[in-house]
């Protein structure tokens, strides 16, 4: 399995169906070789949606999704048992017992029943009825979610946020990317991506990150780059240890993928907004926002 050619087979076929986007399907791409679960971020209509479930195709792996709604419950996402005509207890599992999940709009669900995804997001199991489920590998979950200003929307907590590896942030097409976007859409057929990673593939290559080299310039610059959010003047809250390892995860798998065995700074600088935004609390008298404090450290830090 060579990781270079994996993601140029999927980027191939990703693009056959959605205009532009490369920064983000690469992203998406790198957190699932890294073995970590996306959110991305966009106002409706910038295909985040479409985007996922169609990186979600190319793997030939189990699908489910889940729709974040008001009324969303705890038993749409992991399931519940009953008890059948013969008196045994049966487990009708949830989308969660998927490969790949899509949760889509996830801040328009209550937080009581998010909070079902924790257990799932960091350990890859589930409980159900006091009965502990190992989660089939692998298992990446693509959570979609509208900025706070759009109506039904709540911030999701800290502590869920946290477990994405990385948050993106889906922003409006370029005019070309639209005129392309026109020109897919009316030459579309109703076909799906072709399938062209395994789960097989899926896990070695997940396995192969580890053997990807951090030079000590790079762990340092690592932790001084976190650091520095949680000293900085602007913000309340920084990044935490968790965002240190996912700079190491997300570096390894970049490097992976662009074919190299070593992870350098300017990795890191890339990958300074996803890893870090959604773990950052900025005062709100500050004015310049988490982008602002991600890219002034990123400038001064040396």
Same mark, same amino acid.
């Given at each position: 399995m060579d990781p270079k050619a994996a993601y140029e087979a999927v980027?191939?076929?990703?693009?056959?169906?959605?205009?532009?986007?490369?920064?983000?399907?690469?992203?998406?791409?790198?957190?699932m070789v890294a073995n970590g679960h996306v959110l991305l971020e966009g106002v409706p209509g910038v295909a985040k949606t479409t985007m996922t479930k169609t990186i979600a195709d190319t793997i030939d792996a189990s699908?489910?999704?889940i729709q974040g709604?008001?009324?969303?419950?705890?038993?749409?996402?992991?399931?519940?048992?009953?008890?059948?005509?013969?008196?045994?207890?049966?487990?009708?599992?949830?989308?969660?017992?998927?490969?790949?999940?899509? #949760?889509?709009?996830?801040?328009? /669900?209550?937080? @009581?029943t998010t909070t079902a995804l924790l257990?799932?997001?960091?350990?890859?199991? +589930?409980?159900?009825?006091d009965k502990t489920m190992q989660l089939e590998k692998p298992f990446m979950a693509l959570a979609t979610q509208n900025p706070l200003n759009i109506e039904g929307t709540s911030p999701l907590?800290?502590?869920l946020a946290d477990r994405f590896l990385m948050r993106i942030?889906?922003?409006?097409?370029?005019?070309?990317?639209?005129?392309?976007?026109?020109?897919?859409?009316?030459?579309?057929?109703?076909?799906?991506a072709k399938r062209v990673l395994s789960k097989d593939d899926v896990l070695q290559m997940q396995s192969m990150v580890n053997g990807v080299k951090m030079p000590d310039d790079v762990e340092e610059y690592i932790t001084k780059l976190v650091d520095a959010t949680r000293?900085?003047?602007?913000?309340?809250?920084?990044?935490s240890p968790r965002a240190? #390892?996912?700079?190491?995860?997300? /570096?390894?798998? @970049?490097?992976?993928?662009?074919?190299?065995?070593?992870?350098?700074?300017?990795? +890191?600088?890339?990958?300074?907004?996803?890893?870090?935004?959604?773990?950052?609390?900025a005062r709100a008298t500050g004015g310049i926002g988490v982008n602002g404090i991600i890219d002034g450290i990123v400038a001064t830090l040396h």
């Open positions: 980027y191939g076929e990703v693009k056959k169906h959605i205009a532009g986007k490369e920064d983000t399907i690469k992203l998406i791409f790198m957190a699908f489910g999704r709604m008001p009324d969303l419950d705890i038993k749409d996402i992991i399931g519940f048992t009953y008890i059948d005509e013969n008196r045994n207890v049966v487990l009708k599992k949830g989308p969660i017992f998927n490969n790949v999940l899509l #949760i889509d709009e996830l801040n328009r /669900a209550p937080p @009581k257990e799932a997001l960091e350990e890859r199991q +589930v409980t159900v009825s907590p800290k502590v942030e889906v922003t409006y097409p370029s005019m070309s990317e639209e005129e392309e976007m026109l020109r897919l859409k009316e030459s579309e057929e109703k076909t799906v000293t900085e003047i602007h913000t309340v809250m920084g990044g240190e #390892i996912s700079f190491m995860k997300c /570096a390894k798998a @970049k490097a992976l993928i662009e074919g190299r065995n070593g992870i350098t700074i300017d990795d +890191v600088k890339y990958l300074a907004r996803p890893v870090l935004s959604h773990r950052i609390v």
